[in-house]
């Protein structure tokens, strides 16, 4: 009897198979990414369940890190994550797939990027806010050099609150570097995100025609004979009046940046084209995705903030695992440290 081939994990049959680094993954087409993107988060979800770790949010950065590594050349190009909890799919593409059960084991993959573990991880990370000064530093050593590799930084919406996050925005448009910051708003923190910055990211939601406007108008004033060029130098003139009527707040405009988006971070074909689109204008430039924590796995869409940092689970459901393990790291460093309380004021 003729042993069947298997449909999915590692499995030649499934494309996800075929794909041991970024370069396996351009010998795919467009077409072929979202079936990519679901054996990914299958896999992730398999082996969490079992080892627990970052699960809500690697699921929803699974489709952008996918359209990032098909359109850039990782590791000559820099993909600079924040937070790096979002970045498992990146480790299963760039060579620890077949090593991914052993995540956040001793002597295992770990749950964060680490430089020592592969090339692909340029900087060793967690929490988080450093992405942008990271990338920026990067940016200016690569001008110095001469160099033409891309630098992209990816950065949460949780991340971007940081005052470190902020000062780098004000840093790199101050400098004018070729230098892509994608921000991953899934609007969520780790629970429901409250504050000034989350209510300005909500607004721009509502508002993504700027850019489409921009360039609609300077096209058509183009083709007007005579009138062309200088008609361009008019709009530009009132280019700040268009930018507070169509993107409230324009703050990362005011920035220095290009701002492109909202757009959805789960349109694999669109994410590739945007990226592709943007990567060569040289100037800073901030693509806003929009994606869902927990994308794929049911009971982490339903309740994203449970599945952030998750304990092992039984996949069919959703449900904890018995513990087998006593109490957890945090739970022994919280009770000693208000024991401690206790006794010093």
Do not use: C
């Not at 003729?2 to 499995?11: D, V």
């Not at 924040?82 to 956040?104: C, P, S």
């Not at 592969?118 to 050593?141: C, N, P, R």
């Not at 840093?171 to 910055?197: Q, R, Y």
Request: glycine share 8%; hydrophobic share 40%.
């Amino acid at each position: 009897m003729r042993k069947r081939s298997p449909k999915n994990g590692n499995g030649s049959s499934s494309l996800l198979g075929r794909v041991n680094s970024p370069a396996d993954l351009k010998k795919l087409s467009v077409e072929q990414l979202p079936k990519l993107a679901d054996e990914v988060r299958q896999l992730i979800v398999k082996v969490v369940s079992v080892t627990g770790g970052h699960l809500a949010s690697s699921l929803g950065a699974t489709d952008l890190i996918i359209a990032l590594h098909y359109v850039l050349d990782s590791p000559k190009d820099k993909i600079i994550w924040d937070v790096g909890h979002q970045a498992y799919a990146h480790k299963i593409l760039t060579g620890r797939k077949d090593n991914f059960h052993t995540l956040r084991q001793l002597g295992g993959v770990s749950g964060f990027p680490n430089s020592e573990e592969s090339e692909h991880d340029i900087f060793t990370v967690g929490h988080s806010s450093t992405s942008i000064s990271s990338a920026l530093g990067l940016a200016a050593a690569r001008d110095l050099k001469g160099g033409k590799e891309k630098v992209v930084a990816v950065i949460g919406d949780a991340s971007l609150s940081s005052g470190m996050a902020f000062e780098a925005l004000n840093h790199t448009g101050h400098l004018k570097k070729d230098l892509m910051v994608i921000l991953n708003d899934n609007e969520m923190f780790i629970s429901p995100p409250i504050g000034a910055l989350s209510k300005y990211l909500n607004r721009v939601i509502t508002a993504p025609i700027y850019n489409r406007v921009r360039k609609d108008v300077e096209s058509l004033l183009k083709k007007v004979p005579k009138l062309g060029t200088p008609a361009v130098r008019a709009a530009h003139k009132l280019e700040e009046g268009l930018k507070n009527l169509l993107v409230p707040g324009i703050l990362f405009e005011e920035m220095g940046f290009r701002y492109f988006g909202p757009i959805s971070a789960h349109d694999i074909g669109l994410l590739t084209t945007t990226i592709n689109n943007i990567k060569d204008l040289g100037e800073p430039v901030l693509l806003h995705v929009m994606s869902k924590k927990g994308k794929g796995y049911a009971p982490a869409e339903k309740a994203p903030s449970h599945f952030h940092s998750a304990a092992p689970f039984v996949v069919s459901t959703g449900a904890a695992k018995p513990s087998l393990a006593g109490r957890s790291f945090s739970k022994a460093f919280g009770e000693k440290m208000a024991d401690l309380a206790e006794k010093d004021e």
